[in-house]
Antibody, heavy 118, light 107 residues
Framework: EVQLLDSGGGLVQPGGSLRLSCAASGFIFRNYDMSWVRQAPGKGLEWVSAISGNGVSTYYADSVKGRFTISRENSKNTLFLHMNSLRAEDTAIYYC???????????WGQGTLVTVSS | DIQMTQSPSSLSASVGDRVTITCRASQGISHYLAWFQQKPGKAPKSLIYAASSLQSGVPSKFSGSGSGTDFTLTISSLQPEDFATYYCQQYNSYPLTFGGGTKVEIK
């Protein structure tokens, strides 16, 4: 059974940093690209970043480019999102999502809430 | 970037109704279109990929169609568990983009 367990969210001040993690199980992690998708309170879904299975290729939304870094540790079946220079508009639930082969998603984590506020 | 426009943004329907949701892409995306269902407080769930292919375990009352720029999601007979928000997503190119969502409510 595929499982994705998101963690690392919390309350952070504007300008601060946070690292999110997604622990994966139930599939061969290194064989699949992964993404982070976020959802601001009461709003729709916004794709944030993606990474290839081998970690070589990364992609970012313009809204986070230069501030967020996606990475993965295949030996530990874990996906990360390093978030710097956080802004109030980054407040959202962050979900990790497994790609299906194409860059759409067949499995999602349960989400972790990031709140950026002073 | 490819913009995805869903309509309507919300609808009210009764149990047993046939419901259709539309998604339009700002440029052609072939069949690279997925649909997701999200219930309050829950993560999204994948329903359809490649415009019309049902994900494993998804009931056949859900169907998708379309190609190019215009796509539809149809629920053949609405049941209480189908009241949720539905999103389309294009994966023709990065950045990946979602439609704004369609909230299906009980009439």
């Amino acid at each position: 059974e595929v499982q994705l367990l998101d963690s690392g969210g919390g309350l952070v001040q504007p300008g601060g940093s946070l690292r999110l993690s997604c622990a994966a199980s139930g599939f061969i992690f290194r064989n699949y690209d992964m993404s982070w998708v976020r959802q601001a309170p009461g709003k729709g879904l916004e794709w944030v970043s993606a990474i290839s299975g081998n970690g070589v290729s990364t992609y970012y939304a313009d809204s986070v480019k230069g501030r967020f870094t996606i990475s993965r540790e295949n030996s530990k079946n874990t996906l990360f999102l390093h978030m710097n220079s956080l802004r109030a508009e980054d407040t959202a639930i962050y979900y990790c999502a497994k790609h299906q082969g194409n860059p759409t998603f067949d499995y999602w984590g349960q989400g972790t809430l990031v709140t950026v506020s002073s | 970037d490819i913009q995805m426009t869903q309509s309507p943004s919300s609808l009210s329907a009764s149990v047993g109704d046939r419901v259709t949701i539309t998604c339009r892409a700002s440029q052609g995306i072939s069949h690279y279109l997925a649909w997701f269902q999200q219930k309050p407080g829950k993560a999204p769930k994948s329903l359809i990929y490649a415009a019309s292919s049902l994900q494993s375990g998804v009931p056949s009352k859900f169907s998708g169609s379309g190609s190019g720029t215009d796509f539809t999601l149809t629920i053949s007979s609405l049941q209480p568990e189908d009241f949720a928000t539905y999103y389309c997503q294009q994966y023709n190119s990065y950045p990946l983009t979602f439609g704004g969502g369609t909230k299906v409510e009980i009439k």
